[in-house]
């Protein structure tokens, strides 16, 4: 997971490599099909940002890049921005009682800082249309221009409540080339919407995650996802049925350079996968 100015080298849509601005530069050296572009402002480099899009950014506080995804997400407090998840947070055996996104180098200031940050813009846009309007067109514009299709909504953090959903689907509405994955614990909140009419866009895929370590869920018109614990890291529960299992989180024996990594994966967007099973780390 790496926060602030992340810069990432893109082919035909891909991102083939990712680091600093010069690593970026020296990879690209020679390659005339290769961009590089600024991951949390989508800017292409050599494009100066200009004010329109630092305004954009300023509307949602910018994009977090997990190291893991193709894409850039949108992180928030892990917990505070969590509305089941604080809850099951203090429930032995539950995901959220292991939440990855209290590890590693989330806990860092500099990333909490960020998600503070992001969280706050998200809260205070939710009080006025105005508001509303500047963080959906900020969004939208900003992963638009990072010419990356794929892009997983909440690397930390989950749905807030029914606007938040809606205000998701409009930055999906207005980025039709884009691939939207929203995973979420909050099934009674994406029920409510489809008990409603509701029409998931077609660029979306909802994901609704298990709450426990070892349990597999089916929601009716949904994807879902479980966590696995083979190694007994938790409290060893294994999905009897686990469907597809995340080769980043299940194949260890990978070259160093690939480890952890989606690569050429994309299962988790595709609505044709109904569970994608992830090993406990
Ligand atoms: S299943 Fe595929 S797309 Fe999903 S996290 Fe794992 S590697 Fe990435």
Redesign the pocket.
Known sequence: MLEGRQYAVVQNDEVVFVGTQAACEKFRKGRSSFTVVSVDTGTLVGDKINEDAEKDVRAFGGFSKPS??PGSSIGYPAKKACPLGKKLCDVPGSVCSQCYAQKGLYPFPVVRAAQDRRYHKLKSAMRTGAGEERWINGISTRIQAMHIPWFRWHDSGDLQNMQHLMMIFEVANRTPKMRHWIPTKELVLVRKFLENDGRIPDNVNIRISAPMIGQRITPEGLTASSVSDPQGKDNGKVVADPG?Q????YEHDRPKKTKGR?MD?????ERSVPN?D?ELH
């Open positions: 893991k995804m597809f995340c080769p980043a989180t989606c994966c994309r299962a988790c967007w994608v992830y």
